[in-house]
């Protein structure tokens, strides 16, 4: 990604990114790419950091617009009930769940938002302990899936 497409997303958005976000879109941990990348090709559209613009931007405005063909209504019992602004979708898990910024707070924290409850619930501090705290959960299942396979 590159900063004219940062910009576009923020103008469009009416928010600032915070610094750590920023500089993981321009210049993501190359291990972290990696890993990402790799998630992509099995699960495309679901990856817990998206650094594609298109996909920030449809994620983004499928839970905002209810006139998008794939808008997902914020709370599964009540379709009216609109996405938070605060809210910036930055990834995703293969279950349909996102996570998120608040931009406006001028903080790179990291929210995990679940769909069965709505909640946002704090994920990690700054972008450091989101690629960590990932890092962790995908060696955990890689870790269970190698099990599976050799027992």
């Known amino acids: 990604m590159n900063e004219t497409q940062i910009k576009r997303l923020e103008k469009k958005y009416a928010i600032a990114f915070p610094s750590g976000y920023r500089q993981m879109l321009l210049h993501p941990p190359e291990y972290f790419a990696a890993l990402l990348k790799y998630d992509a090709k099995a699960n495309p559209g679901q990856t817990p950091f998206f650094w ?34 605060r809210y910036f979708i930055i990834g995703s898990d293969v279950g349909g769940n996102f996570y998120c910024i608040a931009p406006k707070s001028g903080k790179s924290r990291v929210y995990f938002w679940y769909q069965g409850d709505t909640a946002f619930s704090k994920f990690s501090n700054d972008m450091a302990g989101f690629v960590k705290r990932v890092f962790k959960i995908y060696g955990e299942v890689d870790a269970m899936d190698c099990k599976s396979d050799t027992d």
Do not use: A, C, Q, T
């Not at 905002?64 to 063909?69: C, K, Q, S, T, Y």
């Not at 709370?75 to 609109?82: A, G």
């Open 52 to 85: 594609d613009h298109r996909l920030i931007d449809g994620m983004n405005e499928m839970m905002r617009n209810p006139d998008d063909p794939e808008y997902f209504g914020f709370d599964p019992n009540d379709d009216s009930k609109p996405w938070p602004v």
